[in-house]
């Protein structure tokens, strides 16, 4: 017996280990799978010797511990979590436990399982009031300032009524995978995940990092919806729905168990091409008045369970280790493997990330490893079989020297990587030169990757002002593969194009460290110019909204840097405004003082070129379906907001509408 409480002893620490990491640091230190798998292992214990169950076991435990960082809130009606299973023989087991009790047929809804940051959200006269986290499903954290950065959330709702409604801040793959590159090429730790990448943005003291981030949530659940006259799940979220709350859309009715099994094999395959990471279904009992008979576990109801998807996981070698170097300068280890299909793709290469990644890894070439995809998307290792090593395997040895331009590296004190400082880097050129063309900055479409290693390995692009003497170099320009004259000519045409691009996103677009979308703004609307923010010492900088010391000290030293004040130069000459605009409001008799919302894919413009339009023109961008919105911009692919957008009645334009009616109001 003292053998057997000792390893329950170990067990409880190691989960309890795992636990803190996973809710408070936001990081998780084994996959969900083997988690799940530690946790049950602790209940089979429990149960055989009930005498080692204490009261605070994590089997018990719902979430983690409130952080200190944010006030706490105590919820009127706890946050609970689900019991969750991989085994299709569980959910059998649990739908005749629930006839056993209920003694009848019962109707399920299933939906998906987001894997994010659960969040409960308190409104008083249809105004949101309050946003708090699950935090140990007692008390949470107040994140009411950073959840008013989400656009997917209203602050107002359809009806002016008192309510609580419950879903999950997910990142949306795109966005996750945009940051973690932003990250990696700062030196920063990257995400493991989109859940960890979410919980760490809403934890966030600055709430402006919150705003770049563009999270998203999708709401599934409303607190006591029997005293407002609903009587199933299913009519719960048709009601949210109406007041104007952004839902998955997908709850389907299933009357039995065969239902339930064929709709999880059919989201199994679906599930891959969704713009946000599910990690499985959750089948709820749709009758709410069966709910009180089911009950509750101490940290689980009874009337619902989650079926998670068990990520696929494949073995492969570790090659070799290669290196790539990042616009600003970072040096990034990549594993190059022996080929092997993951999740639908063949997959050759996984970043490491950083050197902090092999140790904790304790990885070796030769090494047998197995991988998976995060979110379905990016290849990583996530285990090495040390059973499996026979003596041939290497140690990696940290590299010295940058691997492009041989300059020794170096690692700053507060970031994870090691860096190249030759500013006259050849792969830092061109990675700085692809930043500077990207859509979020200049967005020069048409300026590849492969034209500019052609023409940094040219030395005709020394840096991104270069772009504009290609002009000079058309026959080379034509010369290169898929490149006739009329693919040429438009390039050209938009390279001379980009010069027109507003201030905030040229400065944006010059790559500084640590300096989103966000910030870019927010510097450029408060200092003006180019030269106030070249003058400006690091207090100054300090005092624009949101930004803190780091940023201030990054945009101080870029400045302090006599290359980069020659390239300010050149740009001027070049003829860019590196000045803000001054912001001129005109009447258009079809756009003023009216509300709009673009939705969809858009062809002509982005849909943030759509709000700046209207809002030059008079007119207000909504950012949600409310009753308020006068019209709604549809492109491609619409979605939900087109569908809410017909029940109320709103007027609904396609892009080229749009365009005419503006052309007619300014007449």
């Known amino acids: 017996m003292k053998d057997i409480a000792l390893i329950y002893e170990k067990l409880k620490k190691d989960i309890e280990k795992y636990n803190h990491h996973y809710y408070n640091l936001d990081e998780s230190l084994i996959t969900d799978f083997e988690y799940d798998m530690l946790l049950k292992e602790l209940e089979a214990l429990e149960n055989r010797y009930p005498e080692l169950k204490s009261e605070n076991t994590p089997t018990n435990t719902v979430g983690g511990v ?3 960082k944010f006030s706490k809130v105590r919820h009127k009606v706890p946050m609970l979590s689900l019991s969750n299973t991989y085994n299709i023989d569980d959910l059998r087991a649990f739908d005749l436990r629930c006839k056993k009790i209920i003694e009848t047929d019962i109707e399920y809804v299933l939906e998906l399982k987001l894997d994010g940051l659960s969040i409960s959200l308190i409104y008083e006269k249809g105004r949101l009031v309050r ?4 935090g140990d499903g007692s008390v949470g954290e107040d994140v009411t300032e950073n959840v008013l950065q989400i656009l997917s959330i209203p602050k107002t709702l359809n009806e002016s009524i008192d309510l609580e409604v419950r879903g999950e801040i997910v990142l949306p793959l795109k966005e996750f995978e945009r940051i973690n590159i932003e990250r990696e090429e700062n030196g920063e730790v990257v995400f493991a995940n989109p859940r960890n990448a979410a919980a760490g943005t809403l934890r966030q003291l600055d709430k402006n990092i919150v705003k770049e981030r563009n999270l998203d949530c999708y709401l599934y659940y409303l607190v006591n919806a029997e005293n407002y006259g609903i009587k199933t799940h299913l009519e719960s979220i048709t009601y949210i729905e109406k007041l104007g709350f952004k839902t ?14 064929k709709e999880i094999d059919y989201w ?16 709820k009992v749709n009758d709410f008045k069966y ?27 570790l090659l070799d280790i290669t290196y790539q170097v990042g616009r600003t300068g970072v040096i990034t280890p990549v594993a190059e493997l022996k080929a092997v ?12 990330h950083n050197f902090d990644e092999i140790d904790r890894l304790g990885l070796k070439i030769g090494d047998t490893v197995i991988v998976e995809k995060a979110a379905e998307i990016i290849p990583q290792i996530v285990k090495v079989e040390l059973e499996k090593r026979n003596g041939m395997e290497k140690d990696i040895l940290i590299p010295l020297n940058c691997p492009s331009c041989d300059s020794t590296l170096t690692r700053e004190d507060t970031l994870v990587a090691l860096k190249c400082k030759n500013s006259h880097c050849i792969e830092k050129v061109k990675r700085r030169i692809e930043y500077f063309v990207s859509r979020d900055a200049l967005n020069i479409q048409g300026m590849g990757n492969k034209i500019i290693e052609k023409f940094v390995d040219l030395d005709i692009l020394k840096d991104f002002t270069d772009i504009y003497s290609l002009k000079n170099y058309r026959s080379e320009l034509i010369s290169l593969e898929k490149m006739g004259e009329k693919s040429v000519e438009k390039l050209l045409d938009n390279i001379e194009k980009s010069k027109d691009t507003s201030f905030d996103k040229v400065f944006y677009a010059l790559g500084i460290e640590f300096v989103g979308k966000t910030t870019s703004r927010i510097i450029v609307n408060e200092l003006g110019n180019i030269e106030n923010i070249i003058n400006s010492d690091v207090e100054r900088l300090k005092l624009c909204e949101g930004v803190g010391e780091k940023v201030a000290f990054s945009i101080f030293n870029f400045f302090k840097g006599e290359e980069n004040i020659k390239i300010i130069e050149k740009m001027k000459k070049i003829g860019f405004t590196l000045s803000k605009e001054k912001e001129v409001i005109t009447n258009n008799s079809f756009i003023t003082n ?4 673009a939705t969809g894919k858009l062809e002509q413009y982005s849909r943030d ?13 909504l950012s949600s379906i409310s009753k308020n919105l006068d019209y709604l911009i549809v492109g491609e692919k619409a979605g939900s907001k087109l569908q809410k957008a017909k029940d109320l009645g709103i007027d609904i334009l396609n892009e080229n509408e749009f365009l005419e009616k503006l052309k007619k109001g300014s007449e």
């Open 66 to 68: 409130s952080s200190d």
């Open 131 to 134: 946003a708090v986290t699950r």
């Open 248 to 261: 998955t859309r997908v709850f389907n009715v299933c009357k039995n168990i065969e239902e339930l099994e």
């Open 268 to 283: 199994d395959s679906k599930r891959k091409k969704l713009d946000y990471e599910t990690d499985g279904l959750v089948i």
């Open 291 to 317: 709910y009180e008979k089911l009950g509750y576990t101490a940290k689980s109801p009874r009337w619902a369970i989650a079926y998670k998807f068990k990520a696929e996981q494949k073995e492969t070698k």
């Open 341 to 352: 299909n993951v999740s639908g793709s063949i997959v050759r290469r996984a970043s490491l």
């Open 594 to 597: 009216k509300s709009f919302l």
């Open 609 to 621: 070129e759509i709000k700046e339009i209207i809002l030059k023109n008079g007119g207000k961008y």
